[in-house]
């Protein structure tokens, strides 16, 4: 599959969330406090990561109480970084791009709809923001695994909808080299 320079972002459109929501006069403003930027998913996924690390590693030092104490500060740093994280992404926008784009899409196949796609661009830009600073190639199980799960309807399997998967993880990789042929 050829990855061309159409996919990925102009330049000079915002990259994260918030900007493009700016631009449109939308501030995405949190429940609560009512300051723009909200973004819970990407929040609870770090704090439930950030939470997890550092309870473990206060665990191993500090006992029970330790790892109790390590899991709520680690909770509130990685909440941080997964919001910080998920302003990068703004699911609207990418919704947007692929229902209209994945028909000039090197993989797809005459007769499946972006319904049958859309599991597997899904997969790649929430795994962009939950997987920041990994490689594609090293957690490619993991996005089975979540594919798999939240499939749906989709009439392809992991196989067939790897490469939407990793369309939408390249896209947010500004130095992703081009991949060739994909069947």
């Given amino acids: 599959m050829a990855f061309t320079e159409r996919r990925k972002a102009d330049p000079n459109t915002p990259w994260s969330g918030t900007e493009r929501r700016s631009s449109r006069g939308e501030a ?19 704090a439930a990561a950030g939470g997890m690390a550092a309870g473990a590693a206060a665990g191993a030092l500090a006992g029970p109480a330790g790892a109790l104490a390590g899991a709520a500060v680690g909770a509130v740093v990685g909440g941080l970084a997964g919001k910080g994280v998920a302003e990068m ?13 994945y028909t000039r899409e090197p993989y797809y196949e005459r007769g ?7 599991p597997g661009y899904r997969t790649g830009w929430e795994a962009r923001a939950r997987y920041a600073g990994r ?17 749906g309807t989709s ?7 790897r490469h939407a998967a990793r369309a939408a ?15």
Avoid: C, M, V
């Fill in 28 to 46: 995405n403003r949190d429940p609560i406090t009512g300051a723009p930027g909200a973004h819970p998913i990407g929040t609870g996924l770090g």
């Fill in 112 to 118: 499946y709809t972006y319904a049958d796609y859309h």
């Fill in 89 to 101: 992404i703004d699911p609207t926008a990418e919704e947007a791009y692929w229902s209209e784009n």
């Fill in 155 to 161: 009439r392809l399997g992991w196989e067939k909808n």
């Fill in 169 to 183: 993880w390249e896209r947010f990789d500004p130095d992703s080299e081009p991949l060739q042929g994909s069947h």
């Fill in 135 to 151: 490689n594609y190639e090293d957690i490619e199980r993991d996005l089975e695994a979540e594919y798999n799960r939240n499939r």
